[in-house]
């Protein structure tokens, strides 16, 4: 599912759009978790075809995205980042976007869209 149909189906707003490319960029699937140790245990196939889906808005994310090859995370019920971690965020090159949905609602949008888990 291509990034600009992530976040149309979300109903997301930007954040911040580093590259512009990645938003016709394909992703092939996503991972939701507040817990960055599971998403760094969790994510092994594929991690720059996958979207990340958190409630945890802090530089923890950013740190656990560029160790993955994570280019988009999503941002549930309306969370945004800091100055200083949106400085972060520019630096290591992160398409970020907010949606108002719930995780469990922005997740079963994506699901019954099309988009899979980690795990298919």
Known sequence: MKAEDIVRVVKAEP???????LMSKDYTCAFASDLMS??????????EST???????NS???R??????IEMIIFVRGKVL???ALRVAD??????????LTMYEACGQLYEAGLRGING
């Not at 954040?15 to 490319?21: D, E, F, G, V």
């Not at 656990?64 to 090859?69: G, R």
């Open 91 to 100: 630096e290591m090159g992160f398409n970020i976007f907010t949606t108002k």
């Open 82 to 84: 800091g100055d200083e």
């Open 15 to 21: 954040i911040q759009i580093w590259n512009q490319h």
């Open 64 to 69: 656990t995205a560029e160790m993955l090859d």
């Open 60 to 62: 923890q994310v950013l």
């Open 38 to 47: 599971d998403a760094l245990a969790m994510i092994q196939d594929s991690p």
């Open 51 to 57: 979207v990340l889906i958190t409630g945890l808005c």
